[in-house]
């Protein structure tokens, strides 16, 4: 039992101050100093007190210093990316349940795991029922076990961790609601906003409490303790709780750390508790993900026939930690695998990669499987130190809030992939505006305010080139007789934009702007099939399968044909130098300076190419017969083949003249 004492008059009571550390923690109550005491009779007196005079952190100046300030962003990322993010629910309890699932099995049987399964629905239903405050737990056996649950702390996640200071800020909101006279304007927002926030949140508490609950159920039903019971349910997946000596000031530099540290704990205890089920079933784990891999290659086909098969041309990402199932027309059903139990899969995986399919070598498959092994046990992960091509790489750790100006320094995501276009040449590199480098999928509403922007400097979005133009539209030069140049204030690449924001709020932040890219197309769809620009069956077309929210993490498109996405990739390189050198010889005057160089025989060779493509492409817009559609198709995508293969002859010339230097 905690004491509470009066500093001022029971200094006399108080014990040592060495000791006094250990058992006494200083609080202010109706503006006196006071000491809470915690007497030695608990057990656990030094612990309470270490914990609340936080003595258990190392560096506890700097973990304060860097929890209040960087320590600030980085929570909110993690709220973004999980408990504010909607597409984030549905996939975290599928991946719950099933890692779930296998730790009853693990460390129990075969019956507790078809025991934990079969508590499921009641245990959902119990958990809506206290969330919509129509629980009875004087009545109803579940609803009296879920409180039972929250009393005796079986609560842990992502949408549980708040400390005293949002607490505190939580309730001085809900007190000034509370008196606050509301008008009209206050009820429409506390409807739309508050209460559609309080659905999320719910949605969130469901996902997180749904696998633990029914593992506070089912330990109940074994026999254990209410007590026993809530310390099982919190370390049956991830204990949030949980936290070492440097969490506090590691876990503010860097997103999920404590989450992963914990995660990987989880996995190992398992693995040395159990060792021989443990192999067993993740040796079951390591067949089904060369199997899956196998089948999955054999059924998705090559449906674009560019000689790849359809599986091959998904990420190595989504097929080490998804199970993906081939429904046709390069698309898969993709369901989360089990944190931990994924990395077994994805040596199966790299194994099809590496003896069937020919896309790792042994090298590239050990330093995957390495790369994953870390991932799953890790919150740093030492393997991505170095990029594929061997170079030292500082992204792993790079603070979490720094992460989009690293990113954007080096133009790559955590993927390898580009975030926005590149100038093709030296020259054009200085007069190519950034609001003109965007990547083709940018938001386009983004892309309107990038350009709108640009304008306000003096820019012409329609030329790309940072030249500015005077009201008649002709160019400015300054006292130098140099050509005027947009200032960067008013020169805004878009998708630098939108990944910045994309980052910063995180999931939720990528779940409105897929809202925002779906409702695009199937506007833009909708209003020319309206018009008659569109037949009525393609009012969709517009609408990118990677873009629709919730649906594109369980339901997967290829990204088309490699044949075209490498063309495509060329044609935008190519249009930027066609507008580079138009202002080159506008603006600048440079005539035939370039015309000998391998640039210019790159452009030459495109023209030939693109206008045949281009007549192809024309023809299929009149054309409704879905033989001859096929038949032209395939025509295009042989002479984008062709294109491919003469363009790749000038690298293969390029790397040639540089070994021989």
Do not use: C
Not at 94 to 101: C, E, K, L, Q, V
Not at 270 to 284: C, D, E, I, T, Y
């Amino acid at each position: 039992m905690v004491q509470l004492k009066i500093q001022n008059t029971d200094n006399q009571t108080r014990r040592p101050r060495a000791v006094a550390k250990q058992h006494e923690v200083e609080v202010w109550f109706n503006g006196e100093k006071q000491v809470l005491v915690f007497p030695d009779s608990n057990g656990i007196a030094p612990a309470i007190a270490n914990a609340l005079n936080k003595h258990n952190d190392i560096f506890a100046e700097l973990t304060g210093f860097m929890q209040n300030s960087v320590g600030k962003v980085t929570r909110i990322l993690t709220a973004n990316f999980t408990s504010k993010n909607p597409a984030f629910f549905i996939v975290n309890q599928m991946r719950d349940i099933s890692y779930a699932t296998l730790a009853h099995f693990v460390h129990g049987d075969t019956k507790t795991a078809a025991k934990f399964m079969a508590n499921l629905p009641k245990s959902r239903a119990a958990i809506t029922r206290a969330l919509n405050n129509k629980a009875n737990p004087s009545k109803d056996k579940m609803d009296s076990l879920y409180r039972d649950f929250i009393l005796n702390g079986g609560e842990t996640g992502y949408i549980h961790l708040r400390d005293i200071d949002q607490i505190t800020s939580d309730m001085r909101k809900d007190i000034k609601k509370l008196v606050k006279q509301k008008n009209f304007a206050d009820k429409a927002w506390e409807t739309v906003w508050i209460k559609g926030g309080k659905i999320l949140e719910n949605f969130a508490i469901r996902s997180e409490n749904l696998s633990r609950f029914t593992t506070y159920v089912t330990a109940i039903e074994q026999g254990k303790t209410p007590r026993e019971a809530a310390k099982a349910a919190k370390d049956i997946t991830v204990n949030f709780n949980r936290k070492g000596r440097l969490s506090g000031l590691l876990g503010s530099t860097y997103a999920f750390f404590n989450a992963s540290l914990q995660g990987g704990e989880n996995i190992i205890r398992m693995a040395r508790q159990h060792p021989v089920k443990f192999s067993m079933l993740n040796l079951g784990f390591m067949s089904l993900g060369f199997s899956v891999a196998y089948m999955a290659s054999l059924w998705s086909g090559d449906d674009d026939k560019d000689g790849k098969d359809d599986f091959d041309q998904l990420s190595d990402y989504l097929k080490y930690n998804y199970l993906t199932i081939p429904v046709g027309h390069g698309k898969f059903i993709s369901l989360p695998l089990p944190f931990g139990f994924r990395f077994f899969y994805s040596l199966g995986v790299l194994t099809y990669q590496n003896q069937i399919s020919d896309e790792k070598r042994l090298g590239e498959a050990v330093k995957q499987g390495m790369l994953n092994l870390f991932e799953s046990i890790s919150p740093v992960n030492p393997v991505d130190l170095l990029t594929k091509e061997n170079e030292l790489s500082f992204r792993p750790i790079v603070p979490t809030a720094f992460i989009p100006a690293y990113d954007l320094t080096i133009n790559e995501d955590f993927a390898g992939n580009r975030i926005y276009k590149q100038p093709f040449t030296q020259v054009q590199k200085g007069r190519l505006a950034d609001s003109a480098l965007g990547m083709q999928y940018a938001n386009k509403i983004i892309k309107w305010i990038t350009d709108e922007v640009f304008k306000l400097g003096g820019g012409d979005p329609t030329t790309k080139s940072n030249v500015r133009f005077d009201k008649e539209g002709s160019v400015m030069f300054d006292e130098k007789g140099e050509v005027k140049k947009v200032p960067e204030l008013f020169d805004w690449n878009p998708s630098k934009v939108e990944y910045v924001i994309e980052y910063f709020l995180g999931g939720r932040g990528k779940f409105w702007n897929d809202v925002l890219k779906t409702g695009q197309g199937i506007a833009s769809g909708a209003y020319e099939a309206a018009t008659g620009d569109r037949e009525f069956k393609k009012i969709l077309d517009d609408v990118r399968m990677q873009d629709v929210p919730i649906i594109h993490r369980l339901l997967r498109q290829t990204w088309g044909s490699s044949v075209y996405d490498d063309y495509y990739r060329i044609f935008d390189i190519m249009e930027d130098y066609k507008q580079g050198k138009r202002n080159r010889e506008v603006v600048y005057g440079e005539v035939g300076s370039l015309q000998e160089s391998v640039n210019e025989q790159k452009y030459e060779l495109f023209q030939d190419f693109e206008k045949d493509i281009q007549e192809i492409s024309d023809d299929m817009k009149e054309i409704d017969d879905p033989e001859t559609l096929e038949y032209l198709k395939q025509n295009k995508e042989d002479i984008m083949k062709r294109f491919l293969e003469e363009y790749e002859k000038f690298n293969v010339k390029k790397q040639n003249n540089e070994n021989r230097q």
